[in-house]
């Protein structure tokens, strides 16, 4: 799994996020806030993105890149000054090293905006049930469902080392350019190409049900070791409500969005047709 689609699934929290603050009566309404996207991926380079806060009862749905940014990121008594490679986005071929503490800083709107994240270790250990899951085809239509799940083979079962509850993630993806439907006539419930993700715990397991895999091919399994701010924004990602909604976290202070390392590893797992 590469870091562009886990950019993906972060994107769509940190969308609901920002919708967030502008329903919260709670939030400070001082004018619009920079918007942080900064995911450190250990063993990649930089690529920070930062945005303007949509302000309330606007229009608009697609927030304004903010350009012309002094960014720099401090790690080890180094400072690194981000380059501006496209209208919102600072970059910098520096690569992101394990367990170093990584600072963000810049000025926005008179105010000093700063993050800090440490960038965990890999996941150790990483070690799955099965490699391979024989699934028999079930079509959907002509009356009921035929069979329902009870011929499907036993879940996956996701294993690692996890010895100070550290929160960790795992995720699969459908890898085959011609996606074989496992569900012939049925719903598309993420689309072709998307990323699935099961919830963060500090546990040593995780399952992959084989009735949420949805086409035959190729999967690559990810497991993400990750830190307590994204495990929080994914938890208030998913219980955001229309009705009540509290002000949303961020470890970003003078801005919004989230500043956060993590480490990742993948296995492969083939699904064929029984």
């Known amino acids: 799994m590469n870091r562009i689609i886990f950019y993906f699934f972060l994107f769509t929290c940190l969308i609901t ?16 806030r920079p918007v942080v996207q900064g995911y450190l991926s250990a063993g990649d380079s930089i690529s920070i993105e930062i945005t303007k806060e949509i302000p309330i009862g606007s229009a608009d ?31 910098s071929n520096q690569k992101i090293i394990s367990e170093l503490t990584y600072t963000l800083e810049f000025e926005y709107g008179g105010k000093l905006v700063t993050a800090h994240t440490t960038v965990p ?50 995720s699969y993806i459908n890898t085959d350019t011609i996606q074989v439907p ?21 546990g040593i ?31 208030n990602n998913n219980q955001l409500s229309s009705i009540n909604i509290a002000p949303p976290p961020t470890n970003i202070e003078n801005g919004l969005g989230i500043f956060t390392g993590y480490a990742q590893t993948t296995l492969n797992l083939l699904v064929k047709k029984q």
């Open 182 to 202: 496992i569900f012939s006539g049925g719903p598309n419930f993420r689309g072709r190409g998307r990323i699935a993700f099961n919830p963060p715990t500090q």
């Open 61 to 91: 749905t697609i927030a304004e890149p903010l350009t012309g940014l002094d960014i720099l990121i401090s790690t080890g008594g180094q400072s690194i000054a981000l380059i501006e490679t496209q209208p919102g986005i600072y970059t």
């Open 121 to 170: 270790t890999p996941p150790v250990d990483f070690a799955m049930s099965a490699s391979e899951l024989a699934i028999a085809q079930i079509v959907f239509g002509g009356g009921g469902f035929p069979g329902g799940f009870s011929g499907l083979p036993d879940p996956v079962l996701l294993t690692w080392t996890n010895t100070d509850q550290s929160y960790y993630l795992t």
């Open 17 to 32: 996020l920002v919708s967030s603050c502008e329903k919260s009566d709670s939030i400070d309404l001082y004018g619009a």
């Open 205 to 235: 397991s995780a399952q992959i049900q084989p009735f949420q895999l949805e086409y035959y091919g190729l999967y690559h399994i990810g497991l993400l070791h990750v830190q307590p701010e994204y495990a929080a924004l994914y938890e």
